[in-house]
């Protein structure tokens, strides 16, 4: 494996090249400075009251985003990115921000907690190095307002270029611990000054950023510390380049008493590799499969900027919901079967159950997150003020949309990405310890950036009427096992697993659609299946009894305007399910999935922002994803 990252891959250069010719010949066209609106920002927004859970109980759910960059990564800095550390957190807790394209920014709602996950590569070092790249000649704001689209093509593909050719390391030198170790410092100097136990909550932390090959393949873990304990220095893929090498760093940190953990990202975006944990026979690879995987690993970012990793149509072709913010995989390059297979959440709990079967452990249990991998010291995880996750690549409408430059629409992208994502944890308190401890038994679950708040139990025979109890999370938890965790042993041999399941829609979002539980087991050959069921919906919609699909909850999106009406779907759905096909010799998973009413896209408020057509699709089903809760024999 490399040490430094390669962007972007082989097939997109030669597509850019032929946008270059093809900027040649109508450059005559730009000569004259971008009319970009978003340029001018979003509206300020006021800060209005957080959401807070309405279940009686313990626990509740607190809001974050594990995967924020500032102006110490190297990329970031040279797309424009000059915010620090400290900017990260200001802006978490409700402060406006100056983006690195020019204009302010504030979270719609502060978050309870956040991290900061500059990449350890190179960290600091291209913001003190004298790089001559076209957002030190100007700022990007200058650059973005008065030059034209032949001119910020250009700027584009000069930056792509440098990263593309260098990774991390852009024109440095190489490695210098010193300005390492003081950009570690200040990342460190700022979570404890922000953290505010029991009312806003920091995690210290890197990305450690090792790529598989030289096409660009993602193996990419956030390292995320839970104590006071920390290192004097991170470890980068320099370092060790490979997933193995960063396990052995987190085993030597916990046996010195420190709280460590690891969260691998953008799965989608590996090749196959992220979850990997056989070979081409099928035989275990030891190496990609310790017992301990799913401690060190406890829960994967599984919705984001750079797309979504839950599932897949080419793995999921019976679900009509796998389609959600597909990017592709390494850029350029097309996505089969061999590509997606190991790089997606759902293929991998069906491998780790596998694995146990034949096995007995599983080295993929893990929970799941979402957060934004926003590189400009924000959370940008709205619709409707998405504000893009590089400025020099996708920080303007014109730029996320390729209209700012020559060629761009078909070179950037960021027209596939989403909007980013958010991090549900249930914890007794806002603090470090709660919310690791809740972390690291994967007590957890992902939005796609609306604050949906889902509860999920399961257990051997709930109460009737459990789901609809005033003092559900109480009730439920003194009969059963919250996500994250595995089904106690059966009480008898004829007992069926049972699951209550309530989910609330964002107070300042749109309504519910359905709930959905997907379950995963192993048959006697030691196959595994899925199978995804709809527990509850909106409206009076009946199931198809020969296809078995609900019907679509329909939409009240207006393109043009780029608006939606809360007229369908409901502001709470609760289930109560038994799984009547269950069968004790098999080993199995469940998860929930809550869907939304169709709502538009950030590309569409981009589009009536530039006065454009929106790209498809206009308008999209946000979503909420549980952590699982398995079944052992």
């Known amino acids: 494996m490399r040490a430094h990252t390669k962007q972007f891959g082989g097939v997109l250069w030669r597509v850019l090249a032929v946008a270059m010719v093809i900027a040649g010949i109508v450059f005559y066209r730009s000569l004259a400075p971008i009319d970009d609106p978003s340029l001018a920002g979003p509206e300020p927004k006021t800060l209005s009251d957080r959401a807070q859970p309405t279940y009686a109980?313990?626990?509740?759910?607190?809001?974050?985003?594990?995967?924020?960059?500032?102006?110490?990564?190297?990329?970031?800095?040279?797309?424009?990115?000059?915010?620090?550390?400290?900017?990260?957190?200001?802006?978490?807790?409700?402060?406006?921000?100056?983006?690195?394209?020019?204009?302010?920014?504030?979270?719609?709602?502060?978050?309870?907690?956040?991290?900061?996950?500059?990449?350890?590569?190179?960290?600091?070092?291209?913001?003190?190095?004298?790089?001559?790249?076209?957002?030190?000649?100007?700022?990007?704001?200058?650059?973005?307002?008065?030059?034209?689209?032949?001119?910020?093509?250009?700027?584009?593909?000069?930056?792509?270029?440098?990263?593309?050719?260098?990774?991390?390391?852009?024109?440095?030198?190489?490695?210098?611990?010193?300005?390492?170790?003081?950009?570690?410092?200040?990342?460190?100097?700022?979570?404890?000054?922000?953290?505010?136990?029991?009312?806003?909550?920091?995690?210290?932390?890197?990305?450690?950023?090792?790529?598989?090959?030289?096409?660009?393949?993602?193996?990419?873990?956030?390292?995320?510390?839970?104590?006071?304990?920390?290192?004097?220095?991170?470890?980068?893929?320099?370092?060790?380049?490979?997933?193995?090498?960063?396990?052995?760093?987190?085993?030597?940190?916990?046996?010195?008493?420190?709280?460590?953990?690891?969260?691998?990202?953008?799965?989608?975006?590996?090749?196959?590799?992220?979850?990997?944990?056989?070979?081409?026979?099928?035989?275990?690879?030891?190496?990609?499969?310790?017992?301990?995987?799913?401690?060190?690993?406890?829960?994967?970012?599984?919705?984001?900027?750079?797309?979504?990793?839950?599932?897949?149509?080419?793995?999921?072709?019976?679900?009509?919901?796998?389609?959600?913010?597909?990017?592709?995989?390494?850029?350029?390059?097309?996505?089969?079967?061999?590509?997606?297979?190991?790089?997606?959440?759902?293929?991998?709990?069906?491998?780790?159950?596998?694995?146990?079967?034949?096995?007995?452990?599983?080295?993929?249990?893990?929970?799941?997150?979402?957060?934004?991998?926003?590189?400009?010291?924000?959370?940008?995880?709205?619709?409707?003020?998405?504000?893009?996750?590089?400025?020099?690549?996708?920080?303007?409408?014109?730029?996320?949309?390729?209209?700012?430059?020559?060629?761009?629409?078909?070179?950037?992208?960021?027209?596939?990405?989403?909007?980013?994502?958010?991090?549900?944890?249930?914890?007794?308190?806002?603090?470090r310890a709660a919310l690791f401890d809740a972390m690291q038994r994967r007590e957890t679950f992902a939005t796609s950036g609306p604050r949906i708040i889902v509860s999920l139990f399961g257990g051997w025979g709930f109460p009737e009427g459990t789901a609809n109890a005033a003092a559900f999370d109480t009730v439920s938890r003194a009969h059963g096992v919250p996500m994250g965790a595995n089904l106690p042993q059966a009480p008898d041999a004829a007992a069926l697993p049972e699951f209550v399941v309530v989910a609330q829609s964002d107070p300042h979002g749109a309504h519910l659609d359905r709930i959905q539980m997907i379950k995963g087991w192993v048959d006697a050959s030691g196959v595994s299946h899925e199978k995804v069921v709809d527990l509850a919906w909106s409206g009076s919609r009946v199931v198809d009894p020969l296809t078995g699909k609900l019907p679509p909850v329909g939409s009240t999106v207006d393109a043009e305007r780029a608006t939606y009406a809360n007229t369908i779907g409901t502001s709470q759905l609760r289930a109560q399910w038994r799984d009547i096909e269950f069968e004790p010799a098999q080993e199995a998973f469940y998860y929930v999935r809550v869907l939304e009413i169709p709502t538009p896209r950030w590309s569409t408020f981009d589009a009536v922002q530039l006065g454009s057509k929106p790209m498809k699709p206009a308008a999209i089903q946000e979503r909420a994803i549980s952590s699982a809760i398995w079944y052992q024999p």
Do not use: C
């Open 57 to 431: 109980g313990a626990n509740q759910v607190y809001w974050g985003d594990l995967h924020i960059h500032t102006s110490l990564s190297s990329d970031a800095f040279t797309m424009g990115v000059r915010a620090l550390p400290d900017d990260v957190y200001r802006f978490a807790k409700g402060e406006t921000l100056q983006h690195g394209a020019g204009f302010p920014v504030t979270i719609s709602r502060p978050l309870d907690f956040a991290a900061v996950t500059d990449h350890a590569e190179y960290l600091g070092q291209a913001r003190l190095a004298d790089l001559d790249v076209p957002t030190t000649r100007q700022s990007l704001a200058t650059l973005l307002a008065h030059e034209n689209r032949l001119t910020i093509t250009q700027s584009w593909w000069e930056i792509m270029s440098l990263i593309r050719d260098n990774g991390f390391k852009l024109t440095l030198e190489g490695v210098d611990a010193t300005i390492n170790q003081s950009a570690w410092q200040e990342i460190v100097a700022a979570a404890e000054q922000h953290n505010e136990p029991g009312v806003f909550t920091t995690f210290p932390g890197w990305e450690w950023s090792a790529d598989a090959g030289d096409v660009g393949t993602h193996l990419h873990r956030n390292v995320i510390y839970g104590g006071e304990e920390l290192p004097a220095l991170p470890f980068s893929s320099l370092d060790g380049p490979t997933p193995p090498e960063l396990w052995a760093f987190l085993r030597l940190e916990r046996a010195k008493g420190r709280r460590v953990m690891a969260i691998p990202h953008n799965p989608n975006l590996s090749e196959g590799l992220a979850y990997r944990i056989t070979d081409d026979s099928g035989q275990r690879i030891s190496g990609l499969s310790p017992v301990d995987r799913s401690d060190l690993e406890p829960i994967s970012e599984i919705l984001q900027i750079k797309g979504s990793s839950e599932t897949h149509p080419l793995l999921s072709s019976l679900d009509e919901f796998a389609d959600f913010e597909i990017a592709g995989t390494v850029p350029g390059r097309a996505m089969t079967l061999a590509s997606v297979k190991g790089a997606y959440a759902r293929d991998a709990l069906r491998s780790g159950i596998s694995m146990s079967h034949s096995e007995g452990f599983n080295p993929l249990k893990f929970g799941v997150i979402g957060s934004s991998d926003s590189h400009n010291a924000t959370s940008p995880s709205d619709e409707a003020g998405y504000t893009g996750k590089l400025p020099m690549m996708d920080g303007s409408a014109g730029l996320r949309t390729g209209e700012a430059g020559i060629g761009l629409v078909q070179m950037t992208p960021a027209r596939q990405w989403g909007s980013g994502g958010l991090a549900g944890v249930w914890a007794p308190e806002n603090s």
